[in-house]
């Protein structure tokens, strides 16, 4: 089985700043990873994936995430973001192949992006 | 042109009263979910089914049921419903096959099941 941490419930932060969502994830077997974004109203879209190669996954949107086997983390990063970044942000992990191939999702950060 | 579609977008209802959820898929995926997100915003898997065919059923109440008349559709009955059941629910497809689990998942905009 796995499961997702999602460190923080909310991060509110300032227009033009930085910005780090940590995930950080339990599994006994090797696993894909995601982000998700869910804008007000909306279904989750998909912001990037990690499957394998290099660590470090550009997604849409300026975001990026950093996988860290040893840690067991992907965090995700934008170096700055917009108030229409402002929105729930999932990390997701599914198991390699000979799992159940079902993503198993964390609770969510919610992103508030102050003007 | 919505790839994941679900309808009724707000569902109120009374406690006790039968309700369905309809979603369909126009991107010839094999594999749909059903997801419910808490007032939290947690989102559980319920449901999944692969060509017509059930294959994750997590714990949910067996007044859930789900009904997939062909693969482009996924409905979602609850019978007898309970305050509880209050939710936004999601419905998801993705391709399935060899690349199974590295695909995304597309989701429906959600329906907000409000049980009074």
């Known amino acids: 089985a796995q499961s997702v941490t999602q460190l923080d419930s909310q991060v509110p932060v300032f227009e033009e700043a930085p910005v780090e969502l940590r995930c950080n994830y339990s599994?006994?077997?090797?696993?894909?990873l995601f982000w998700y974004v869910q804008y007000p109203n909306q279904g989750l879209q998909l912001l990037l994936k990690y499957l394998s190669g290099s660590t470090l996954v550009k997604g849409i949107n300026g975001f990026e995430a950093e996988f860290n086997k040893s840690q067991t983390s992907f965090h995700l990063r934008k170096p700055s973001v917009h108030i229409s970044d402002t929105a729930e942000y999932f990390c997701a992990v599914t198991p390699l192949p000979g799992g159940s191939y079902i993503p198993t999702f964390g609770r969510g950060t919610s992103l508030i992006v102050h003007p | 042109d919505t790839a994941v579609s679900q309808t009724p977008k707000y569902l109120v209802t009374q406690m006790g009263n039968d309700k369905s959820i309809k979603c369909e898929q126009n991107l010839g995926h094999d594999t749909m979910y059903w997801y419910k997100q808490d007032s939290k915003k947690f989102l559980k898997i319920m449901f999944s089914?692969?060509?017509?065919?059930?294959?994750i059923n997590e714990t949910v109440p067996n007044r859930f049921s789900p009904k997939s008349p062909d693969k482009a559709h996924l409905n979602l009955h609850i019978n007898s419903l309970e305050l509880g059941d209050s939710a936004v629910y999601f419905c998801a497809s993705s391709p399935a096959g060899r690349t199974f689990g590295q695909e995304k998942l597309f989701f429906g905009s959600g329906t907000q099941l409000s049980v009074l």
């Open positions: 599994s006994s077997v090797s696993v894909y």
């Open positions: 089914y692969n060509n017509k065919e059930l294959i």
